[in-house]
Each structure stands twice: as structure tokens, then as C-alpha cells.
């Protein structure tokens, strides 16, 4: 039975036993022989490169062995899946995703400010929204701790499938999740004299409030930096994080929905020196100069939907089905996610409503698979269909973008985790 | 089920009468004369079961089991013979506040591993007095799962009306907890990511040195592996944590309520943990009532968790569902003295151990069998003594009773 | 309320208005060069559909055809032509429209709709031609539906037909599912009464004048309590009844109140337990917005997808589709593509956007199909109609055009100011449109040939060049827009 095939520049992968990917779930089939698997006859969209029309894609030990056309020599042995009328893509990758635990276990409200805790901690195999979203293609998520913090903690990025969080991990503690807004403020109260009889008197209580506990934050972290040069490492494990993004080590992801948010999301950036992408981004269509000036990334939370997520409204943002298009008429760096909207669609569906919206196909396919890939720093292994990349990809019933279309079988790893219907 | 609960009635009834007619034993004291008990099939461990044979016990601990007893031993002491019945060594309950929730949950502070379960105990409390009727001996007596680090829990045995319970060993085991109730709203931690996170800090912390106090104590004992730990998880996350901490930690995990272990039997294996499992009842799914038995097979070692009416009940259905009889007998007994150290006193009736043991109609494992007795420290709490003058009506069933044999 | 009641009798023939022209007068128009999918008959590749006064006057492929000199000429030429679509069962474009009182059957939609709720322009956008609108599903007895075009200033000029029948619903409010059945049941109980009284005094009118202690020159002028009537006639069955059954819970009740009346009924989710007992119906029921859901097992967790209209295809019941108000069910592609996705046929899923309502609304005489002699009610589309990048170019009704997206306003302003804004102008502060902004067509900017393709990270790579012809009707296809 093929094992998945862990790279090793993970240290921390190979550290663990080998995982047996046994049948856990009744979704995953059981696993084909050894030997190479060559997929024939489909329209091939490789990401980064162009399409191919009747294309081969061979899969061995959890890799791609072999892409190209018709003509692409198979090997002996291998066993062949015909695909006629099929189209295979890399799996999708979206770099916002909620999963069920998200607002209990994944919001810590002791405190606003832990930049320490890890979504990581909080992951199911078989977290209800996860499988979801794996049997509609997507292979690889980025997770973070919920937006009701103001600084929340270390997302990380896993693959849909694995008997434990561990053996998903692609990246672990890869990103600061930071929430502005009104929503980390919602639920705190004003201390006005009167009797605190909970955890929730405290700042902050407004959007100022908020600003001003991330700027303070990461003031005092820079300034622990400055101070202690050469001294041994503070003992605050969330200080050490802080100093990490302001090094450049980490990147942060501020979810900012309004075109205020926006902007102070690039301006705390700029103020202390530090690499953010924005996540959510409603209002993307409003500061399209300060983005482009900005070179971030925009991580554009369910596009196809009219009502935002959280305080959203409340904050001022309004959604523009136009905004993708926007984003990559000027340029400017994105993906697309689903991000933290409860209306958001399936990912491959958000893709789909992007073309609508303008976006040509490859645009739209792009920004839910090899774009995250390169935002989250696992291009290398995913992402796109390449020879050496894990074998990630999703074999759909027609085209992807086509409302009709139906993930048939999706590959992580090489391994079935979906089984033909 | 009638048959029993009219068996407990009938104990609870003839407990008057028990005290009056084992008027030799002094309310909580052990009785001078050694005790010759007799018994049809006498579960001594486990995988240890004698027919027709007989203990001896002497200052209420097993002196001698079987053909080891001495002539001059036998000759010199009380018979206690039940007949054609059944005696099984004593329950024992593991890990549980026995309903003190309120003073075994410290409320303020959610992590106070120094405080001490021994200091609530009360050696008067009703459910502690009523375990013996639902043949529990020794409980482990255990901080609240409310609180991340509890603190540390205690063995006590339950004792008569007339004589109250006592504790046996004052510190035992720490209590942890990942547990949804662990997580307050109203105070840190209230995410599961925070739970993990503060106990991870305070193990580093202890790890590290740099901690001092009552609370590095116990800390440090953990990690050198001379203090047992448990910990509440029921959900995969949870339970994964606390499998994390334990290898990243060093110490062997126990873990309580265990609801889906099904899908961690490897890593359980693998660091050889011990669950302690919800009760199972009729109405939960297939899946969680196969539990037990999956885990036999596996060999992950488990036992019930209280309350204590629930033991029986648990056992049985695991039973019904794929659990061999032995499995589960030695969860309801070994197991939680092993996982806690206590082999040595409670669990079985072993040389050494306290003579806690509990005499049934016929099998254990049949809701149907009636209770006789339930005696600890040689001392009969429930049920009648037999070999008096005065007869009853449970010395009556006992002859009648058909002898069932466990297996 | 006598104005009301008035405008009720005006409204209750339930004949369909004739084509009043309500724009500019264009008696004569030819759409051509476009495939036309008629829906009853086969599919045009290059065809040429002529209406006069309202109507269709001739389908055929071109050059079969004179498209008559004075004709006013629709270049349909690489596009898609196709009937509006029926939505059969809508809550839409009514200012409030679940009644405090749970038992109005005496309301109309008449009074709750408003011409100008953006609903009906965003339905006209999406190609609707035909909207038959009632009370919500938070009501017992909603009061009388009516059949609407979303286009006109009054709702008098926006009716296509009144009095289409009383809204009910066995949705399980306060009081639980069974309260709602008593409910129901003690009105229905309560309008035999009222019925069986009001013959059993006509039956004493008539027996005395025939005694002649009534005057013979005399009629009968009682009514039925107006408020009263609209159950009345439930129960004889003279007005259908459209019952909204939630889930597989309230199908036995329905079954049961289908017995007594003339019920159309519009299903919930959740239906998957009752497929059989539905079948027994024996007529075509309406599918609610939300056509998929999850049911999670109960002993292994794990979670199945179902569709609905595939449910009831696979089961031979016919059913009719609708559209949603908002999110993705109010794109009929969408509500297209799903029913596709799930393997129902694509005929299937067209006719029962068109035809299949019509046909339930008593109206197939005249719409739901491009057939000669009915109305002209279609819409011209960029492309194919179950594809995501297929806009309504041209919407006509009965024979008037009605919307051409190059004239659409709204669409200009969300998408053209915006995409200028793209073009590097300063930022600067707009007054905040209309909330609803979906439906947005290819900016002007044509991000998909100007720019490189990437453009994410601008690493150089060969720009891949997109694929308009097999997926997508194009909006990249030179649209211009």
C-alpha cells in the first residue's frame, strides 16, 4: 500500500512513524496496487502551464511520474483509468478555511491577545466541514484560530486527509492570524466603575481599542527585541512569536474586511516593519492603489457572496462581485477562499462565480490552486500538476467551472480519498 | 434488573439486620478472629478462579488463598461459607468526584495541581456509604475534570453506617483535563487551543527549571514518571492533545471518558495508554458500545467509570457486544488498581490485598444474579453473614441459586 | 377595503391580460442568427423567430423565412435564444410578506408587491418572464397569489393573471407541526360550516318563496363573508390551494389534505424518507430554492448529499423549479447546473424552468414555450444558459423588449465606475450603491486579454491564453461590454 511520501526537508515529518493510511473512513477506497497508475485521455489543466487537451498523467509512490500529451509514454505495468471526457486539476487549495471547531475551540477569549495558541491543536481528521470540502476537490487548507481575537495565534497549513493532524501537516505554525474590525471587540465591556464579575470587562471594546492592542503588542515585542540583543530568549512564548513576524520569519494574515480595515492593516504593517496579507478583503475594490502599492497578496474571502461575514456590515463593507476582476486588471496579488463567510460556496464554485464576474478560466483555476500554493510556501509540493509534486489532484466529471461539473474522484498523496461514484 | 435492584433492596434491608448479627465486628474496626470464607467459585484475580476452595482472612487483609491456608489457620477460624455462590474481588471506581462536584471544582483558578481531593473527603458522605451496594470497595476519589490541573486524588474505601469510610492512600494520582467541561466561558481557558497551550507552558515551565512552588513539586514528579496522571478527553482533539503532551512530556497517559478513542487505537497502543471509559448505556451507538471489546482487541487496557450503579450496567452491555467475560471482570477490578498503583491493596484477593470482596447469586455479568455481600477489609458492609443461627432468606437463595461459573 | 375588494373582481378573471403596451410600440420584430432552444420542438442551430402584436408568428431555420422590411431586427448571432423563465412559486418583491396573523386568506398579493423592488429588476436581469407571487412560508392561509411580469410601474400593469389560488402552509411555527395541522384543519372545519349554513339558509329562502311567504320578484343577494369566501372555495374546490410541506414530516398530512382539495404543493427539503408517498400525489409538485442538502447518520457520522430533483426524477414525479431571491439559487444557470450536476437530464431541468410551470399556473396556452402562437416572452443569452459566464443580453415580453444589458444601468454603474476606478485613478469617496451586486458582467477592462494572464505574481510565465468556445458562451468573446 502506497505511503505517503514525506519530503524531506520536513524535519519534523520525519521524525514520526511512518502513518499508516489504512481505510479510516468508509469515503477512502481502498488503496490500488504498488505500481504506477496512468490516467489517459483527459483534458489536462496543469496549472502554471498550458492546457492539454488529451493529455496522460502517470502517479507512482504518491508522485507524479509522468505529464504530457497523448503520446506520453506509459509505464510497464501500470495500471490505466481511462478519463475520456474528464478534466483533472491539481487539488484546490484554499488558503482561508473555517472548519466546525472553529468559532468554540479555535477563539480563545481568555485573553485578546495570543499569539501563541495553534489552530494545529484543534484539528479533526474528520472535522465535518473538512471532509466537505474534500469531496469537492479540495487537497490542502490553511487554518487559523477564529477572528474573535485580536491577535489569535499560528495557523497552519494540512492536506484534507490523514489519519492524524500530524502526518497532513505541509507547514506547521506557518502564519499570525490578526483580526481587525469591531468583531474582537464584540462581547467586551466598558469597566465603568461598577462591579467586574467577569473576564470580559476589558479592551477593547471599540475598533480604536483593537488597533491600539496589536500596535502595543507589537511595540512591546520590538522593544523587548532592542533591549534584550544577545540576552537569552524571553520567557513570554507570545513575544517570541511577535519578534518572529517583525523579523520576517512569519507572515501575518489580517483578516480586514472594510476599506478602513484595509488600510490600517497595511499601515500598522508599514509602521513596525512587518510582511502582511490581507485575508477576507471585501472592500478590495476600494483600495486598489494602496494594495498595489503595498505588493501584499489579497486573500478574497467568498467572493460570489453579497452579505459579509462577522461584523462585516457593521464595519462598512460591501461586497462587489466585481472586485476579482479588479484585482487582476491591476495586478495585484490574490486568491481566492471561502474564508470565514457561513454563505461561502464550495471553493471550485467561488472559482466558477469569479469567471462570471470576469475572470478568464485559467484565472479563476490559478487562484485556488497554484497561486495559495505559492502563498503559503508549498508550491514546491503541490499546487499544480508537475513532475516530482505530490500527487494532489482532483479527476471532475467535465469541466471544473461548469456548473454541471462533480469532483469524481480526488488524490491525495496518489491515494484515492474519494472514491468514484 | 428487578431481580437486582429487589437484591439491593433486600441488602439494604437486611443491613439492620446484618449489623445486629455480626455484632463480633466492631463498627470499623477489623474483627479479631480470622474468617475461613467459603465459596463455590471464588474469582481470586482475573485469570485466577477456584472451586470449592476458601480464603482466609486475618486483620481484614487475605492471609492465605486456597490449599496455601494452614490446617491450624483453618481450624481456628469463623467459617464464612456462602454456598454454591460466586465471590469476586471488589469493585474498584476509578477516577471520580463521587457527585462533590462543588468542592472538588475549584472554581477561581483553573489550574491548581497542589490541592488535594483527601482534604473534601468525608468519611460520612451518602454515595460514599452507598457503593457497597453496588459492590464498589475502594474508590479513587479525584478532583473535578471542571479545572485544567484538578489536583491530586486520593484512594478511600467506603465503610458502614456505623462505621465510616477511610482513606487508604492520601495522594495519588494528578488530575488533568482537555475536557469540553474544562473550558469556561466565564475564565481562561475557554478554547480548546488554550487548554492545550497553558498546560503545555506549565509542563515546559516545570521542564525547564525555572518553576518553583507546590505546583512545580507535582509538576516535576510528572515528568520524572513518579506521579500518575489523568487526563479528561473525550473528542479527538482533545484526546490527541493529551496524547501530544504525554509523548512530548514523558509520561504515560491515562485518559478519561475516551468517547473516541476508536480513532487513535494505534497511538494508544503505542503509548501504552489506559482509558477509563464513559459509562455506555442502551441508547448510545452501535460504535460506542463496541468500544470496549474493539479495544481488547487491540489490547489497549480499559476500565469503567463510574457513577458507581453504572458499573455493572457497562460491563454488561460491553459484554453483550463483543467483550469476553474476563476482559471484563478485570476491567471492573484490576485494571483501575493497576493504572493506579495499587495492585498491591485493592483489585484482586491476593495475598496481601484487603479482603474486599463482593458475592453474587450466581454471574457477575448477569444483571440477573442477586447481590449477596459486599465485604471490606473483612468486615461485611451488605448483605448477611452466613453461618449464623438466625437464618435469612438470602442464605436460602444462595443454596438455591444455581452455581454459574466465570469464565 | 371595498376598493380592495374591487380591484379583486377586476383582477379575479382569471384570463390572461392581453399584451399591453406598455413601452415604446414595435409591433414587428425578428431575432436571428442565434440558436434557438424553443423547449417544445427540436433546437435551431441558425433560426429566425418573427413576432407581430405581442406574439410568435414563425419559428424557422434562416433563409427559410422574409424577415419583413419594417421588422425591427435583434442580431442574435452567436448567442442563445430561449423562453423566460417561470418561476412558479416566489415570495419576492412584497414588502412584508408573512402576515402577524397567521390566518389571512382574505389578503392579496395585490396589495404587498412593489413595482420597484429591486427583486423584480434583478429577476428581469436574470431572464424571468413570469413570476407567479404569493405570501411567505410563515403563514397558515396567506391570502390569493398572483402571476406577475417584473416589469411595469403599477401593479396593475405588471399582472399577468389574479387570484392564481390561496397560500398554506404546514410550516411548524410556534406551537410545533402538530398546532399547525389543527390549525389548518379547524379553518378548513370552520369554512364547511360556513358553507353548510349559508346553503342550509338559501335552501330556507327558496323553500319559502316557493311556500310564497317571500315575495317571488325576491333573489337571493346574501354572500359568504368575504373573508370567509377565499376558504370557501378551497374547500369546493373552485380556488387551488399551494401548500408549502416542509420536509418529509408534513408529506402524510399533505397526501391527506389533497384528498379534500385542489392542492399544488411546493416541498421543502429533506425529503428523501417520502419520495413514495409523494409519487402518490399524482401530480407535479414545486421544488423550494435550496435543492441540495446534508443528512448526517446517525451511528457512523457521516454525512450524505442529496438532491432533490434528482430524488424526484429518479422517482418519475414531475416537478417544477424556482429561483431564490438571493445568493446563487436566484441564478437560474445555477439552479440549472445543479439539477445537471446531480444527473438530472438537461431537458428535464429547462422544461421545468418554462414549460413545466407554465403548465402548472394554467398558462402553457401562452407562455413557457417559443412556439408559434403563444406569447413572445424570451430572452437572448451571451451563451449557453447552464453556464456560469452566460449573461441575458435581451429580455422581450410579449413582443416588447424589455431589458438589453447594454442598457442596464445598474450593471454600468457597479461595473463600468468601478472599473474605471481600476485604471488607476486616486481613490476617492462614491456614495454606496443599492446593496445587491452579483450580478455583474466582464468589467470593461477585459482583465482576461489585457493583462497578463497571472497577473497574481507576475512571475513571467507563458500567459496561457483563455479558453472562450468549449466552457463558457465568452464573455471574453469580444462582448464588448
Request: aromatic share 4%; net charge negative; with cysteine.
Amino acid at each position: 500500500m502506497p505511503r505517503p511520501h514525506f519530503a524531506p526537508t520536513l524535519s519534523l515529518m520525519a521524525l514520526l512513524a511512518t502513518a499508516s493510511l489504512a481505510a479510516q473512513t468508509e469515503t477512502r477506497a481502498p488503496a490500488k496496487a504498488d505500481g504506477p497508475i496512468a490516467f489517459t485521455h483527459a483534458r489536462l489543466l496543469p496549472g502554471g502551464a498550458a492546457a492539454i487537451a488529451d493529455g496522460v498523467l502517470v502517479v507512482h509512490n504518491g508522485r507524479i511520474a509522468a505529464i504530457g500529451g497523448a503520446d506520453t509514454p506509459i509505464p510497464e505495468g501500470a495500471s490505466v483509468v481511462d478519463c475520456r471526457g474528464k478534466t483533472i486539476t491539481p487539488g484546490l487549495i484554499d488558503a482561508s478555511f473555517r472548519t466546525a471547531a472553529n468559532v468554540a475551540d479555535a477563539n480563545e477569549q481568555g485573553s485578546e491577545i495570543t499569539p501563541q495558541l495553534r489552530a494545529l491543536d484543534t484539528l479533526d481528521p474528520e472535522d465535518k466541514l473538512l471532509l466537505r470540502a474534500r469531496a469537492a476537490g479540495v487537497t490542502a487548507v490553511h487554518v487559523m484560530p477564529g477572528t474573535r481575537s485580536v491577535i489569535g495565534g499560528l495557523g497552519c497549513v494540512v492536506k484534507t486527509a490523514g489519519s492524524e493532524p500530524r502526518t497532513m501537516l505541509l507547514k506547521e505554525d506557518a502564519t499570525l492570524h490578526i483580526t481587525l474590525g469591531a468583531e474582537p471587540s464584540m462581547g467586551n465591556r466598558a469597566i465603568r466603575g461598577g462591579e467586574v464579575d467577569s473576564i470580559y470587562y476589558r479592551r477593547p471594546t471599540t475598533r480604536m481599542g483593537v488597533v491600539w492592542e496589536v500596535r502595543r503588542s507589537f511595540f512591546d515585542a520590538k522593544q523587548a527585541l532592542e533591549t534584550v540583543a544577545g540576552a537569552p530568549q524571553p520567557a513570554d512564548p507570545g513575544t517570541v512569536v511577535l519578534q518572529k513576524v517583525l523579523q520576517g520569519q512569519l507572515t501575518a494574515v489580517t483578516t480586514a474586511r472594510s476599506e478602513q480595515d484595509l488600510r490600517t492593516a497595511l499601515r500598522i504593517a508599514d509602521e513596525f516593519g512587518y510582511k502582511t496579507v490581507l485575508d477576507e478583503a471585501q472592500d478590495a475594490h476600494l483600495v486598489l492603489d494602496e494594495l498595489a502599492a503595498a505588493k501584499t497578496t489579497v486573500l478574497l474571502g467568498a467572493p460570489s457572496a453579497s452579505l459579509v461575514a462577522g461584523t462585516g456590515a457593521q464595519d462598512g463593507a460591501e461586497p462587489r462581485s466585481a472586485t476579482v476582476a479588479q484585482l487582476a486588471a491591476r495586478g495585484i496579488p490574490f486568491v481566492i477562499t471561502t474564508g470565514t463567510n457561513l454563505q461561502a460556496l464550495d471553493l471550485v464554485r467561488e472559482a466558477m462565480f469569479a469567471t462570471r464576474n470576469g475572470l478568464s478560466p485559467a484565472q479563476a483555476l490559478d487562484a485556488v490552486t497554484l497561486e495559495p500554493a505559492k502563498l503559503l510556501g508549498i508550491a514546491d509540493r503541490t499546487g499544480s500538476l508537475q513532475k516530482g509534486k505530490d500527487a494532489d489532484f482532483v479527476v471532475w466529471s467535465t469541466d471544473p467551472l461548469d456548473p454541471a461539473a462533480v469532483a469524481e474522484s480526488v488524490h491525495i498523496d496518489g491515494i484515492s480519498v474519494l472514491a468514484p461514484r | 434488573m428487578n431481580r437486582c435492584s429487589a437484591a439491593a433492596l433486600r441488602g439494604s434491608l437486611l443491613l439492620a439486620l446484618a449489623s445486629l448479627a455480626a455484632a463480633t465486628a466492631a463498627p470499623g474496626q477489623t474483627p479479631a478472629q480470622d474468617l475461613l470464607v467459603r465459596c463455590q467459585t471464588m474469582v481470586i484475580a482475573p485469570d485466577t478462579v477456584l472451586q470449592g476452595s476458601a480464603l482466609l482472612v486475618r486483620q481484614g487483609k487475605i492471609a492465605y488463598v486456597g490449599d496455601e491456608i494452614p490446617a491450624e489457620a483453618k481450624a481456628g477460624a469463623k467459617l464464612v461459607d456462602y454456598g454454591s455462590a460466586v465471590l469476586v474481588p471488589g469493585f474498584v471506581l476509578p477516577p471520580t468526584t463521587l457527585g462533590r462536584e462543588r468542592d472538588l471544582a475549584e472554581g477561581a483558578l483553573p489550574f491548581t495541581p497542589d490541592l488535594r481531593a483527601v482534604e473534601a473527603f468525608d468519611p460520612w458522605q451518602e454515595e460514599l456509604l452507598r457503593l457497597p451496594q453496588h459492590g464498589v470497595t475502594s474508590v479513587l476519589l479525584s478532583p473535578s475534570p471542571r479545572n485544567l490541573a484538578g489536583g491530586l486524588g486520593a484512594l478511600v474505601k467506603p465503610g458502614s453506617e456505623t462505621g465510616g469510610g477511610r482513606v487508604v492512600t492520601p495522594e495519588l494520582q494528578l488530575a488533568l483535563s482537555l475536557a469540553q467541561v474544562a473550558r469556561n466561558p466565564e475564565r481562561e481557558p475557554t478554547s480548546l487551543m488554550g487548554a492545550i497551550d497553558a498546560l503545555r507552558t506549565a509542563l515546559q515551565k516545570a521542564k525547564s527549571g525555572l518553576a518553583s512552588g507546590p505546583d512545580a513539586l507535582i509538576l516535576r514528579g510528572v515528568l520524572e514518571g513518579s506521579r500518575k496522571v489523568t487526563v479528561a478527553a473525550d473528542t479527538y482533539p482533545e484526546l490527541l492533545g493529551a496524547l501530544d503532551l504525554a509523548r512530548e512530556f514523558g509520561f504515560q497517559p491515562v485518559l478519561l471518558g475516551a468517547t473516541e478513542a476508536h480513532k487513535l487505537v494505534p497511538r494508544l497502543l503505542e503509548q501504552k495508554a489506559t482509558l477509563v471509559l464513559n459509562p455506555l448505556r442502551f441508547d448510545q451507538p452501535e460504535r460506542q458500545l463496541q468500544l470496549p471489546s474493539l479495544l481488547a482487541e487491540a489490547g489497549v487496557p480499559f476500565c469503567f467509570g463510574g457513577p458507581a450503579e453504572s458499573l455493572r450496567l457497562s460491563a454488561v452491555l460491553a459484554v453483550k457486544h463483543g467483550l469476553d467475560r474476563r476482559t471484563a471482570l478485570t476491567a471492573l477490578t484490576r485494571t483501575p488498581a493497576q493504572t493506579f498503583d495499587q495492585a498491591a491493596l485493592v483489585g484482586s484477593l491476593r495475598q496481601g490485598c484487603g479482603a474486599d470482596f463482593v458475592v453474587f447469586g450466581g454471574d457477575p455479568l448477569d444483571l440477573g444474579s442477586p447481590h449477596l455481600a459486599t465485604w471490606i477489609d473483612g468486615v461485611c458492609l451488605l448483605g448477611t453473614v452466613p453461618g449464623n443461627a438466625r437464618k435469612s432468606k438470602t442464605e436460602d437463595a444462595a443454596a438455591v441459586a444455581p452455581a454459574a461459573g466465570v469464565r | 377595503m371595498i376598493a380592495m375588494s374591487l380591484r379583486n373582481f377586476l383582477l379575479g378573471a382569471a384570463a390572461v391580460v392581453a399584451a399591453a403596451a406598455t413601452g415604446s410600440a414595435q409591433d414587428l420584430l425578428a431575432v436571428k442568427g442565434g440558436k434557438i432552444v424553443p423547449i417544445q420542438g427540436p433546437v435551431i442551430d441558425d433560426g429566425v423567430l418573427l413576432i407581430e402584436n405581442g406574439r410568435i408568428t414563425k419559428i424557422a431555420k434562416a433563409g427559410e423565412v422574409e424577415i419583413p422590411w419594417a421588422a425591427k431586427v435583434i442580431d442574435a448571432s452567436g448567442k442563445w435564444v430561449l423562453p423566460t423563465w417561470v418561476v412558479a412559486h416566489s415570495q419576492g418583491g412584497q414588502r412584508g410578506f408573512n402576515e402577524n396573523m397567521q390566518n389571512v386568506p382574505w389578503l392579496s398579493v395585490a396589495d404587498a408587491i412593489d413595482p420597484s423592488a429591486i427583486y423584480f429588476e434583478d429577476m428581469l436581469r436574470a431572464g424571468v418572464g413570469t413570476i407567479h407571487v404569493l405570501a411567505g412560508n410563515q403563514t397558515l392561509l396567506g391570502g390569493f397569489g398572483m402571476v406577475v411580469r417584473p416589469y411595469g410601474r403599477t401593479v396593475e400593469d405588471m399582472t399577468v393573471a389574479g387570484n392564481t389560488g390561496i397560500k398554506m402552509s404546514l410550516f411548524a411555527g410556534g406551537g410545533g407541526r402538530l398546532q399547525q395541522i389543527r390549525r389548518l384543519r379547524r379553518a378548513l372545519t370552520d369554512a364547511r360550516e360556513v358553507l353548510a349554513d349559508f346553503e342550509r339558509r338559501k335552501a330556507e329562502f327558496d323553500k319559502e318563496k316557493a311556500a310564497g311567504a317571500i315575495p317571488a320578484d325576491k333573489t337571493w343577494t346574501e354572500e359568504i363573508d368575504r373573508t370567509k369566501k377565499g376558504v370557501v372555495d378551497l374547500i369546493q374546490k373552485k380556488t387551488k390551494g399551494w401548500l408549502f410541506v416542509p420536509s418529509f414530516a408534513e408529506v402524510d398530512e399533505a397526501l391527506r389534505l389533497a384528498q379534500e382539495l385542489d392542492l399544488v404543493c411546493v416541498l421543502g427539503n429533506n425529503i428523501d424518507e417520502s419520495i413514495a408517498a409523494i409519487a402518490r400525489l399524482g401530480k407535479p409538485v414545486v421544488l423550494d430554492e435550496n435543492l441540495e442538502y446534508f443528512e448526517t447518520n446517525e451511528e457512523t457520522q457521516k454525512e450524505t448529499k442529496y438532491c432533490t430533483a434528482k430524488l424526484l426524477a429518479d422517482a418519475g414525479v414531475p416537478f417544477v423549479l424556482t429561483i431564490g431571491q438571493a445568493g446563487p439559487t436566484s441564478n437560474a444557470w445555477w439552479q440549472l447546473g445543479t439539477c445537471v450536476r446531480n444527473g438530472v437530464s438537461r431537458e428535464q431541468a429547462l422544461e421545468a424552468l418554462t414549460l413545466g410551470p407554465a403548465k402548472l399556473l394554467g398558462l402553457d396556452a401562452q407562455i413557457g414555450s417559443l412556439t408559434e402562437g403563444k406569447l413572445a416572452n424570451l430572452q437572448i443569452l451571451t451563451g449557453d444558459p447552464l453556464q456560469a459566464t452566460s449573461w441575458v443580453e435581451t429580455v422581450v415580453l410579449e413582443g416588447q423588449i424589455t431589458y438589453e444589458r447594454s442598457k442596464d444601468a445598474r450593471l454600468q454603474y457597479l461595473f463600468g465606475a468601478a472599473a474605471e476606478k481600476a485604471k488607476a485613478t486616486p481613490a476617492k469617496d462614491e456614495p454606496k450603491p443599492a446593496p445587491k451586486a452579483e450580478e455583474t458582467p466582464a468589467g470593461d477592462g477585459n482583465p482576461t486579454e489585457a493583462k497578463p494572464a497571472e497577473g497574481t505574481a507576475g512571475e513571467g510565465k507563458p500567459a496561457e491564453t483563455p479558453k472562450p468556445a468549449p466552457q463558457n458562451g465568452g464573455t471574453a468573446a469580444g462582448e464588448g461590454r
